[in-house]
């Protein structure tokens, strides 16, 4: 999610919203897979259709698209695999939303507003990966 | 750290990672290799021709290596922060396990094929108790 959030980054989160926040917001929630607490920004919203295998999923009225800031060309540069977002894991329901992370408080240099942003470098096509 | 950091601090730390986890993480790819070793100690036992032994030996050289690396596989690719809270034991079991390979290693005495068999067996237990079994597995196994 670099550089919109780095490591160590501490972030005020609002647990209060109760519906999927717009598109391009930075929200925390638990990974479908296996319930790690992550970050990643809002791709597509509950009725959006994202393209998928070879055709398109539409998401339901509880359910978002989220993905990482990162392009898969990125994160193999830097040595890793793949983002690990819905592309893996598919549309997180909104029960597993904690919240909508919207203000840096540290470090002191880098304190501010988290913003929305319309679209990331990666989302051009939101081309899925398959499950590896 | 100060009071007020310690005040300040969030509560909670959210992951943002880019790594390709695999999905599948099972303690029976170092359980099936933890018990080729010990067969092998039981055959070196009962078999006294030398060249024999010594292929025995080697072979017990490489599965317990490879006992090593799916423990280690395990340890670091499955098991996160919050299992250690449901296993707080769980590096200790690791730390066992892997030492008991290493003797594995050195031993041709099937007791410690065993002690092996048993660690590995606690590693699964762990595994278990935090959802191994439903997360990693792949259902439809034959029986």
């Not at chain 1, 919203?17 to 990974?31: A, D, K, M, T």
């Not at chain 1, 998401?59 to 994160?75: I, M, N, P, Q, Y």
């Amino acid at each position: 999610m670099r550089p919109a959030i780095e490591p160590g980054d501490w972030l005020l989160v609002d647990p209060t919203i109760q519906r999927w926040p717009r598109r391009g917001s930075v929200v925390v929630f638990r990974e479908p897979d296996g319930e790690t607490l992550a970050i990643k920004r809002v791709a597509a919203g509950p009725g959006d259709r994202v393209p998928f295998a070879d055709g398109h999923l539409e998401l339901a009225e509880d359910e978002a698209w989220l993905l990482s800031d990162a392009t898969a060309e990125a994160t193999t540069a830097a040595g890793h695999g793949p983002p690990v977002d819905s592309r893996r894991y598919g549309p997180v329901p909104l029960e597993l939303l904690v919240g909508r992370a919207w203000f840096r408080y540290a470090p002191i240099g880098r304190i501010g507003r988290i913003r929305a942003r319309d679209v990331g470098p990666g989302w051009d096509a939101l081309e899925p990966f398959g499950r590896g | 750290m100060s009071r007020l950091t310690r005040w300040l601090a969030p509560n909670a730390t959210a992951h943002a990672h880019c790594d390709l986890p695999c999905g599948v993480y099972d303690p029976e790819q170092a359980r099936i290799e933890a018990e080729s070793c010990f067969r092998i100690m039981e055959k070196y036992q009962a078999n006294t021709d030398e060249t024999f032994r010594a292929r025995a030996i080697g072979i017990k050289e490489e599965r317990a290596e490879l006992v090593k690396h799916h423990l280690d596989v395990l340890w670091h690719d499955y098991f996160k922060p919050e299992h250690v809270e449901k296993v707080p034991n769980l590096h200790e079991l690791f730390w066992s396990a892997t030492k008991a390979a290493s003797r594995v290693k050195a031993s041709v005495d099937p007791a410690d094929g065993q002690k092996l068999l048993d660690a590995i067996n606690d590693i699964d237990a762990a595994w278990k108790a935090t959802g191994g079994l439903e997360k990693t597995r792949v259902a439809g196994r034959p029986g």
